[in-house]
Nanobody
Framework: EIQLVESGGGSVQAGGSLRLSCAAS????????MGWFRQVPGNEREGVTT???????MYADSVKGRFTISKDNAKGTLYLQLDSLKPEDTAMYYC???????????????????WGQGTQVTVST
C-alpha cells in the first residue's frame, strides 16, 4: 500500500502560479510511474501529466508549456509546477502511483491503483 498526500493547492488569479506537492515514499518515486490527474465535479477525471521511473514525462495538450512535473527521489516527493494558470485549470488535483517503471502512452486513470485525497486549485479571472 502506498500513501500519497497532496498539498499546495489554493486560489490564484489567472496568469498566476502554484506548486503542488505529493508526499509519497522514496521507493515509490524512484521506481514507479507517478502522475497528476484533475477532476471537476460532474466531469470525468482528466490526466494531466506523468513521469516514469527514468524521468520520462508526458503531458496533456491542454497543459503543455505551462505545467511541469518533477520529483525528488531522496525526499520521496512528486511536484507539479503550474504556471500561466487559466480559469479552466480549476479542479481538484490528484496524485497517483502506478507500480511499474514505465508509464503507458495514454494518460489513463485506470492504470493507477494508488491515489491521494486531492488538493483544490481555483483560478479566478
Amino acid at each position: 500500500e502506498i500513501q500519497l498526500v497532496e498539498s499546495g493547492g489554493g486560489s490564484v488569479q489567472a496568469g498566476g502560479s502554484l506548486r503542488l506537492s505529493c508526499a509519497a515514499s522514496a521507493y515509490a518515486t524512484s521506481n514507479y510511474c507517478m502522475g497528476w490527474f484533475r477532476q471537476v465535479p460532474g466531469n470525468e477525471r482528466e490526466g494531466v501529466t506523468t513521469i516514469s521511473r527514468y524521468g520520462t514525462t508526458m503531458y496533456a495538450d491542454s497543459v503543455k508549456g505551462r505545467f511541469t512535473i518533477s520529483k525528488d527521489n531522496a525526499k520521496g516527493t512528486l511536484y507539479l509546477q503550474l504556471d500561466s494558470l487559466k480559469p479552466e485549470d480549476t479542479a481538484m488535483y490528484y496524485c497517483a502511483a502506478r507500480p511499474w517503471d514505465t508509464c503507458v502512452v495514454v494518460l489513463r486513470g485506470s492504470d493507477f491503483p494508488y491515489w491521494g485525497q486531492g488538493t483544490q486549485v481555483t483560478v479566478s479571472t
